[in-house]
């Protein structure tokens, strides 16, 4: 097994420094002979890897294709503008920024184009899935701005759009925020639009988890409906760890400015490039069939988890997120967690709403990239509780689940 999959550094890396290399081939050993449920998390291809790996990472580039403030930069403008234009045409924008260096790097730029320091910001509240860009009192976001939550309905789990309307009404935030860590339903983008045109206020969508979806035909766009949208493209759309924004022309100029040189220096170009390549991938069908996959065994994750005895947030979900309350089977989310880590089946808490316990937050976003499908999911929830009530070992556990994976390895040979 290469250690970092480009073949041009893995043996010279092996070489040169066996111990960083053993902790690399370690890592990937993690990752393939255990279940990656996280909801954030993927496996991004080789070609990615390769261009993250790639000597672009040399490269100071601070500015834009054409107006640089280092030399040398011809070729690496080329492939900024790649992977700018291949982002407009994936999700028919107008205007892409590549450069952001995460996700929240991305939502900060989105302000600070947009707002100024105090203004009010409507947003889903933390507890039902929010980020922490979305208004944490430990964030820049909670620091900055005067965050107004809303949240959704204590029944149904779904978003309260009535509070949404009214809380828009009273307070005539400056900007409106949709998006959420958690949310497993479609976003109604439609909705949010016409609130904040009703109350004059921007709408950025916080699309870091479903982009990838919206990618492969497989949710809804945000990109007809708001003014900014802020992705990761690192989630389900498997490119490398980092940002994008999504606007129109108009405020094209805006947005760049924000991300540099307001918030940010050089572009990270090796990155940017793997980017473009990521952004290829996910214009092609295979990506397409990808997406809609992910979804469809999530439909059947949640249903095997509820016949299991848990409390699925929304009863379903519409996307690769699926998020449970364990309580019925004996325990609450984090000791949930603990018990399945020790199995071998990684996965995250989260906030349950109108709760004060933790429930469970998994996704299907990398072992749909693996390979499996509806049958393996069926597998992994029945494991899934037979460890959280306890039922199942966890050496025993941990076989199954080194049973399960063998069959689905993230980088075969
Ligand atoms: C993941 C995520 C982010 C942050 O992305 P990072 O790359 O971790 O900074 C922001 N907003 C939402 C809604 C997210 O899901």
Redesign the pocket.
């Known amino acids: 097994m290469s250690v970092t999959h480009a073949p041009q550094t893995a043996d010279v890396l092996a070489r040169q420094d066996p111990e960083l290399a053993e902790i690399l081939l370690g890592e990937l050993h993690r990752q393939s002979s255990t279940l990656q449920l996280i909801a954030?998390e993927n496996f991004c291809s080789p070609a990615v890897l390769a261009a993250l790996g790639s000597a672009l990472a040399n490269k100071y580039a601070e500015g834009y294709p054409g107006a640089r403030h280092h030399g040398g930069c011809e070729i690496v403008d080329v492939a900024e503008r790649l992977a700018v234009d291949r982002a407009k045409s994936l999700f028919g924008a107008e205007h892409a920024n590549v450069q952001s260096h995460?996700?929240?790097?991305a939502?900060l730029a989105a302000y600070a184009a947009l707002l100024r320091p105090g203004d009010t910001v409507l947003a889903l509240g933390l507890p039902y899935g929010g980020?922490?860009?979305?208004g944490s009192p430990a964030n820049f976001s909670g620091r900055w701005f005067d965050f107004v939550p809303y949240g959704v309905d204590a029944e149904t789990g779904l978003i309260d759009h009535d509070q949404v309307r009214t809380l828009a009404r009273t307070h005539r935030p400056k900007a409106i925020v949709c998006?959420?860590?958690a949310y497993p339903r479609h976003i109604d983008y439609a909705f949010f639009r016409e609130v904040a045109d009703e109350v004059g206020a921007y709408l950025i969508a916080?699309a870091?988890?479903p982009i990838g979806l919206v990618a492969g035909g497989a949710a809804p766009s945000p990109v007809p409906y708001a003014d900014v949208v802020?992705a990761?493209t690192?989630?389900v759309l498997r490119g490398p760890?980092?940002?994008m924004i999504l606007c129109g022309g108009d405020l094209a100029e805006r947005v760049d400015r924000a991300v540099f040189p307001f918030t940010q220096g050089g572009a990270q170009m090796h990155t940017i490039a793997a980017k473009a390549v990521a952004f290829g991938e996910a214009a092609t069908p295979a990506f397409a069939a990808y997406a809609h996959q992910v979804v469809a065994s999530a439909r059947i994750l949640a249903a095997a988890l509820a016949d299991e005895g848990l409390v699925v947030t929304t009863g379903g979900t519409d996307t690769h997120l699926v998020t449970a309350d364990p309580g019925p089977l004996g325990v609450d989310g984090r000791a949930a967690r603990g018990r399945l880590a020790a199995a071998g089946m990684v996965l995250d808490c989260c906030a349950l709403p109108h709760a004060d316990t933790r429930g469970l937050r998994l996704g299907t976003a990398a072992v749909t990239t693996q390979g499996m499908a509806e049958k393996e999911m069926e597998r992994i929830a029945a494991l899934l509780a037979g460890v959280v009530r306890g039922e199942v070992e966890s050496v025993r556990a941990r076989e199954e689940v080194r049973d399960l994976v063998g069959g689905f390895p993230p980088y075969p040979a």
């Open positions: 954030a995460s996700g929240s790097s939502v980020h922490l860009t979305h998006g959420s860590i916080d870091a988890h802020c990761t690192h989630k760890r980092g940002g």
